[in-house]
């Protein structure tokens, strides 16, 4: 199957430090990506939609100047945390919508980004 | 009300038992149906499709109803590595609306 790679797997930073975290479609092109986080005992929530080219599109209650997504080219999406917060620590996981199956979408292996 | 609601668990079951997990979704136009597992901490990972037609791999049995907006998922002679929370899952165009999860205890 399509292979989706999310780097780091596991970061701990500092309160007010930004964070990268990259998601890459290793075996086919994904215009479109999307951004998810989950914290604890709780279900995945979709917090925006990255389209390769353009803005990302927030969803609401996703602050867009905290979560910087760049998404530059047809096989990398990244999310920047910036200025991070204890409050921002949850799991982070990016799925790629594959440009020639619709409606597939396939997960990285996700971040678990600790702030202290 | 949410998009995807899904039994909210958790099930506590023995070894050897079938479990049957439900899940309705409101949005009408949603065009595929999944069911993940997700082990604690970890990434949710891919258990099956789930098709109007039912769709069967090994021990695990997925059904959609279209007409009420419904998706099971049954699992046969349960093993402990099947603990695990599963989740159902919609999608349009490739955003994916996630519900809550139902947790699964397999004991001996």
């Known amino acids: 199957g399509a292979v989706v790679s999310q780097h780091p797997s596991r970061v701990i930073c500092k309160s007010g430090t930004s964070v990268k975290i990259e998601c890459r479609s290793l075996?086919?092109?994904?215009?479109?990506m999307f951004w998810y986080r989950q914290f604890p005992k709780q279900s995945l929530m979709l917090m925006a939609t990255?389209?390769?080219?353009?803005?990302?599109?927030?969803e609401q209650g996703v602050e867009k100047d905290k979560f910087l997504i760049n998404h530059a080219s047809l096989t990398l999406s990244t999310l920047t945390v910036t200025s991070a917060h204890p409050e921002d620590s949850s799991f982070y996981i990016c799925?790629?919508?594959?440009?020639?199956?619709?409606?597939?979408?396939?997960f990285g292996q996700g971040t678990r980004l600790t702030v202290v | 009300r949410k998009e995807v609601e899904q039994d909210p668990g958790p099930f506590n079951v023995p070894e050897g038992a079938t479990v049957a997990f439900n899940c309705t979704y409101s949005?009408?136009?949603?065009?595929?149906f999944f069911w993940y597992r997700q082990d604690c901490r970890k990434e949710p990972k891919l258990l099956m499709s789930?098709?109007?037609s039912g769709n069967e791999d090994g021990r695990f049995t997925a059904q959609l109803n279209r007409a009420s907006q419904y998706i099971s998922l049954l699992i046969r002679d349960s093993k402990l590595s099947d603990s695990a929370t599963y989740l159902c899952?919609?999608?349009?165009?490739?955003?994916?609306?996630f519900g809550d999860g139902t947790t699964l205890t397999v004991k001996p």
């Open positions: 799925s790629a919508r594959d440009t020639a199956l619709s409606t597939e979408a396939f």
């Open positions: 990255s389209n390769e080219g353009s803005k990302a599109t927030y």
């Open positions: 789930v098709y109007s």
């Open positions: 075996d086919f092109q994904a215009t479109t």
């Open positions: 899952v919609v999608t349009n165009a490739g955003k994916s609306t």
């Open positions: 949005n009408s136009a949603s065009q595929s």
